[in-house]
């Protein structure tokens, strides 16, 4: 007998392939669906070759990215100032996929074709899965180009980088840059959310460029080309394009203090910074900060909805995989009741996220044309940033459950998932200020009250369920004594009668009245798993599933 042999203890047996080389976009029913409903069809050849993409060798990449995170280089070796983030090669490239693929820049590169943001909805809820980190820069790049635009200048000279599909990592003034990304600066220690009470200062110079004195409590991807930076004028709050290079090519007087320790979001880097004098230009008009900045908001709070809505189906397939695979009690999971009720569960739930978003998507995609949509899109993507990013963590959690105690291990990607969770329902307005938002919808825009019902009634009179709680919702905005008190709950009832609506005027009427039961009619618990008999559970986990 060998030593080898001798020594032998077991052999490793019903342990489940991890998931790879698959397609992301092909084996995903729901989000091809929702793609086709809202208008964007015809980028399914695009969003089936990076779907390839995410589900191979970029899934190896964003396990990389994390294991490895981004370092702060306060001085070169000389003892020169750099202020430079150095990031893994592995991160490097899921950017250069991203920009390649147009997270950054394919809606307004088809800004002329109907639901070009729905496409690039999909572009991101896609690439998002196999790595999250990727999402703060890109979706600060794509959501400025509003902004912007309110400086023509500005505009002119930085979009046609900001939508590059070349993702270009070099410190060096955009001039010399085949494609440049974007951050934000808008809170700072004192203020939080209330960025009203900001201290930074922003001082006019005689050739009409501003000098900021301050700091940045969160200053998002500090690697980033440029900032858009919220400061004092004398009028008031104002918006800054605050560059990493002066207009001579030196150094821009932003100081990073140090990288922020995050509990995920591992392989993107957030900072704190100091503004010594550092150069900026208006955007916008001096004291108009707020309204200029604020359809950048609208578009990253979609992008907190996408991504949020992306950890739930890549949570749910990594269920799915390992329940397909794994065997107890003499069957596979997968095939065991109450794990079935589980994964249906899950996967109802992700499907209802990616229907809400992409229906906020194309409403985004009509404001510019359609003043109903745009009523719909400033009060729907509060409620939809609230619920769905609320959501996200216990979906995981329940996901990560289904994998045993693998799934508390780094080597699988559940723990990385669950970390991620919760960020967004933070970034953007944490759940509160998302309520307060749709209050004050309610109360400076009654058009958007209108829109919102309007959406509701177009599904009317197919589900008792909702029907019902149609009537009681229309009674909980008219009592307006408690509303601010009441507003989570009615925000969240809201919430779920929209991912109703748009599932009862799809093709699946199961699924349908499985939601409108479980969600709306009260036969479903707390937990995950709680879905009644008649839930189409075979419907729903085969929908879901990435593999027969």
């Not at 669906?33 to 399914?44: D, K, L, N, S, Y």
């Not at 107890?328 to 996220?353: W, Y």
């Not at 906020?360 to 359609?370: F, L, V």
Request: glycine share 8%.
């Amino acid at each position: 007998m060998s030593l080898t042999s001798q020594f032998s203890t077991h052999e490793v047996q019903n342990q489940p392939e991890p998931l790879k080389n698959y397609n992301v976009w092909a084996t995903d029913t729901a989000l091809r669906e929702a793609v086709t409903r809202e208008g964007a069809a015809w980028a399914g050849e695009h969003l089936g070759e990076y779907g390839a993409r995410a589900g191979g060798d970029l899934i190896d990449l964003g396990f990389a990215a994390n294991e490895n995170k981004p370092k702060l280089r306060s001085f070169d070796r000389y003892g020169h100032r750099i202020d430079e983030v150095e990031f893994h090669p592995a991160y490097h490239a899921l950017m250069s996929a991203a920009m390649e693929y147009g997270m950054n820049g394919f809606a307004w590169r088809n800004a002329n074709r109907e639901g070009a943001h729905v496409a690039r909805a999909a572009v991101m809820y896609i690439g998002s899965q196999a790595e999250a980190g990727i999402g703060c820069p890109m979706s600060m790049t794509y959501a400025a180009i509003p902004a912007l635009r309110h400086a023509p200048v500005l505009a002119e000279k930085w979009i046609p980088k900001l939508i590059s599909t070349q993702y270009d990592p070099r410190s060096l003034p955009m001039e010399h840059k085949t494609g440049c990304t974007i951050g934000m600066g808008m809170t700072e220690k004192q203020g939080g959310s209330d960025v009203r009470s900001n201290t930074t200062r922003a001082i006019r110079q005689p050739d009409g460029s501003y000098e900021l004195v301050g700091h940045k409590w969160f200053f998002s991807a500090p690697m980033c080309d440029a900032h858009l930076v919220l400061a004092q004028t004398e009028a008031g709050l104002s918006c800054f394009l605050v560059p990493r290079f002066r207009p001579d090519g030196s150094r821009n007087a932003v100081e990073v203090q140090r990288l922020k320790d995050k509990l995920g979001d591992w392989a993107n880097a957030s900072s704190e910074v100091e503004f010594q004098g550092a150069f900026g230009e208006l955007v916008g008009g001096e004291g108009r900060g707020v309204a200029t900045i604020i359809e950048m908001v609208a578009l990253t709070r979609l992008d907190c909805m996408i991504g949020s809505s992306s950890q739930m189906r890549q949570a749910t397939v990594q269920a799915l995989n390992h329940t397909r695979q794994r065997q107890t009690f003499g069957r596979h999971l997968i095939d065991q009741p109450l794990m079935r009720n589980v994964l249906a569960d899950l996967a109802l739930e992700s499907e209802a996220a990616i229907a809400l978003t992409m229906r906020i998507a194309r409403a985004i995609d009509s404001s510019g044309h359609d003043e109903n949509e745009a009523a719909f899109a400033r009060i729907a993507t509060a409620i939809g940033k609230y619920w769905i990013c609320k959501r996200t963590p216990s979906q995981v959690n329940e996901a990560q459950e289904c994998l045993g105690g693998i799934g508390y291990v780094e080597e699988t990607m559940m723990p990385r998932l669950y970390r991620q969770a919760p960020l967004n329902s933070i970034w953007e307005g944490s759940g509160n200020v998302q309520c307060l938002d749709v209050l004050r919808a309610l109360r400076k825009e009654p058009a958007s009250r209108d829109a919102l019902f309007a959406e509701l009634a177009s599904a009317r009179g197919q589900d008792k369920h909702y029907d019902a709680e149609l009537a009681r919702l229309g009674h909980a905005f008219d009592d307006m004594e408690t509303v601010e008190y009441r507003s989570r709950f009615i925000v969240e009832r809201t919430a779920l009668m929209l991912q109703a609506s748009i599932l009862i005027k799809s093709a699946e009427a199961p699924i349908a009245a499985c939601f409108g039961r479980s969600r709306l009619g009260g036969e479903h618990g707390l937990a995950f798993g709680t879905l009644g008999p008649d839930a189409p559970v075979a419907r729903l986990i085969d929908r879901a599933s990435v593999a027969a």
